[in-house]
């Protein structure tokens, strides 16, 4: 089972960009579909974006279309999701989650392992 390491989060100002990786530790992210999860105070974990396990097809959450941008390397050991044109609605603990299948399972049935989380701080 591979495990998920989160990094990038910090404090930005509204506007501004901020740039989210997810590692793969003790193994690589083929076979998976990765995506980003979101939870803010006092609100529930909402989809934020997902890549299949070949890095050609994409899903993004309505919210964020336009904005975030989320990429894999070749090597399938890293997942990036690249921000801009942050808001403060966009304030949250951001998930790694990677699960071994479809996209579209992942963001309805939840994920195989989740990394501990990232906090996004959006200053307006």
């Known amino acids: 089972q591979v495990q998920l390491v989160e990094s990038g989060g910090g404090l930005v100002q509204a506007g501004g960009s901020l740039s989210l990786s997810c590692a793969a530790s003790?193994?690589?992210?083929?076979?998976?579909?990765v995506g980003w999860f979101r939870q803010a105070p006092g609100k529930e974990r909402e989809f934020v974006a997902a890549i299949n396990w070949s890095g050609d097809y994409t899903n993004y959450a309505d919210s964020v279309k336009g904005r975030f941008t989320i990429s894999r390397d070749g090597a399938k050991t890293t997942v990036i999701l690249q921000m801009n044109s942050l808001e403060p609605e966009d304030t949250a603990v951001y998930y790694c989650?990677?699960?071994?299948?479809?996209?579209?399972?992942?963001?309805?049935?939840?994920?195989?392992?989740w990394g501990k989380g990232t906090l996004v701080t959006v200053s307006s």
């Open positions: 989650a990677a699960a071994r299948t479809t996209i579209g399972y992942l963001i309805a049935y939840g994920a195989d392992a």
């Open positions: 003790g193994g690589t992210f083929s076979n998976y579909a």
